[in-house]
């Protein structure tokens, strides 16, 4: 994981992804098979990518354990100087998981100096990926930076938006592992879920209701070029317990997350959604936005915008145990 993260409610986001490339770096790292089985893959890891501004990111203190379709393993780290590091693999279904102690670095002199940036990983990881023989393979991971300069997503050149859904936390109930929660010194909370949009879809209802439907989240199926994730990553502050902002938290990163903004015939605009882990689940809603609400665009569907839900009904479940409450939500909409 990152170096200690500030604690701060309603952090802006920068989204930085160091994505996988096909091109070999010189003097990388390589893993090899023995010369005389020409059946082999190649996964390349690079761990530089420059920015739009003209800044460079660096994955510092990188080490990635591979599993190949053989259930052999390997480990392969890059050096503080390198840009990437490369391994040779048995053909088939392989993993990458980046261990713990990375750091994200910029730098805004061309590399001559970088400072570290605090960030959370914000895709699956282990990754997995489909390995054919003598074909490069794609491997992504992102990174989802909070700086308060703005808001950003870098990956192969390419600016989209990150959003989030940020607010606070008021805990009513709390069962088992989570009992704690329900303590008045433990049931007020802040939280923040970082995300690029995977997609934003319009439906309209047999009832008239016109709705958004976003999703974000891990996507597609291994491949040599897999449909690329949309990063989520989920932070709880001000938690006294630390259940939440530890291993909940951490199962809530890289999660799917699936949210609806509907405009009803009776003129609300009515908030639901969830946002799904291996092992924690938080849905919200159904229930009218009371706070700041979105403008209905002359389509009919709800703007999409900036909101706030200052009384949304949650409940979260989890192998830990379970909770209930109200957030304070607000929807972040980065400008175009």
Known sequence: MTSSVPLFPVPIAIAAALVSAVTLAAG??????????????????????????????????????????TGTSITVSGGNTMSAVTASVTPGVASVLLRDGWTLERSTDGGVTFQPVSALLGSVN??????????????????????????????FGVVTHPRQLVGGMIVNTATDGLAGYADPASRNLDFSIYFRLGTLASVTLADGTKQHVYTAGPAGTPGP??????????????????????????????????YTVAAKPD????????????????????????????????????????????????????????????LRMRHIVPAP
């Not at 739009?52 to 990635?64: K, Q, R, V």
């Open 126 to 155: 282990p990754a997995v990926a489909r390995v054919l023989a003598n074909v490069p393979v794609n491997i992504e991971f992102d990174f989802l930076v909070r700086d308060p300069s703005g808001t950003l997503q870098i990956g």
């Open 225 to 258: 070029n897999p449909p690329q994730d949309s990063p989520v990553a989920t932070e709880f502050y001000n938690d006294h317990l630390g259940v939440l902002s530890g291993p909940i938290g951490s199962d809530l990163s890289a999660a799917f997350l699936q």
């Open 28 to 69: 990388c790292a390589t893993a090899s098979p023995p010369d005389n089985d020409p059946a082999t893959g190649q996964i390349a890891l690079p761990l530089v990518e420059p920015g739009p501004g003209g800044e460079l990111f660096h994955l510092a203190n990188a080490s990635f354990d591979i599993t190949d379709a």
């Open 267 to 326: 003129g609300t605009i009515e908030l639901s959604g969830a946002l799904s882990g291996v092992d924690a689940v938080i849905e919200f809603g159904p229930s009218s936005i009371d706070g700041t609400v979105p403008a209905i665009e002359p389509d009919g569907f709800p703007a999409d915008a900036f909101f706030y839900h200052q009384s949304l009904p949650f409940q979260l479940t989890s192998d830990r145990g379970s909770l209930s409450g109200i």
